[in-house]
């Protein structure tokens, strides 16, 4: 398994105002996933990020909403950009160890006003 | 469209009996299956899995159950526990495990001491 130590765990912003949210991974990893998961809904992938390309985002989602970077192996950060109450989700990062099961973050309560 | 689901938001059982998640899936070309645990607060914790070429795998109190024909799997928990009380998430994936996961709503069970 993997340590991932996502920041913030929970935050409440202002609408119009971005956020950034960080995710660590105590061992370097190839590929790291944001997952979005608004209330009562399924997660959702949002994006994959490689370190050293830009991210690969999946349709609904684009890079100018929710600018990922990767400078790391073991470190990627998402901004959620001049949010919107629908925006208010939960955020989660997730890798994986080159087999299918992927391993989450505690994920970031987003709760936009 | 949701291609995997799971149609019963909520599930409550007594300590000590059996506990039976259901999931179907629409999309024929899935063959990796996943069934992950969530706490409140937490990020979700892969639980067990199965590949297409099985029609079950087990793992303690935890077994899943595919059936192809019916693009349905269950996860069954015996016996249920108060700890067992969390949200269960079933995902599919496609070629082998190696394409991203979908995942379903979720449902939530509640084991009663």
């Known amino acids: 398994s993997a340590v991932i130590s996502q920041k913030p765990s929970r935050d409440i912003c202002q609408r119009g105002t971005s956020l950034t949210i960080q995710c660590q991974v105590d061992?370097?990893?190839?590929?790291m996933f944001w997952y979005r998961q608004q209330p009562g809904q399924s997660l959702t992938l949002i994006a994959t990020?490689?370190?050293?390309?830009?991210?690969?985002?999946e349709s609904g989602f684009v890079i100018d909403k929710f600018p990922i970077s990767r400078p790391n192996l073991t470190f990627s950060t998402l901004t959620v950009s001049n949010m919107s109450p629908e925006d208010s989700s939960i955020y989660l990062c997730?890798?994986?160890?080159?087999?299918?099961?992927?391993?989450f973050g505690q994920g970031t309560r987003l709760t936009v006003v | 469209d949701q291609q995997v689901k799971q149609n019963s938001p909520s599930l409550s059982v007594q300590e000590g009996r059996i506990s039976i998640l259901n999931c179907d899936y629409t999309n024929s070309m899935f063959d990796y299956f996943l069934w992950y645990k969530k706490y409140p607060a937490e990020g979700p914790t892969f639980l067990i899995s199965i590949s297409s070429i099985k029609d079950k795998n087990e793992d303690g109190r935890f077994t899943v159950f595919l059936n192809k024909s019916a693009k349905h799997l269950s996860l069954h928990i015996v016996p249920s526990q108060p700890g067992d009380s969390a949200v269960y998430f079933c995902?599919?994936?496609?070629?082998?495990?190696?394409?991203?996961?979908?995942f379903g709503k979720g449902t939530k069970l509640t084991v009663n001491p």
């Open positions: 995902a599919a994936s496609g070629a082998g495990g190696s394409e991203k996961l979908v």
């Open positions: 061992s370097q990893v190839t590929m």
């Open positions: 990020a490689n370190q050293g390309s830009e991210a690969t985002y």
């Open positions: 997730s890798v994986d160890r080159g087999g299918p099961e992927a391993f």
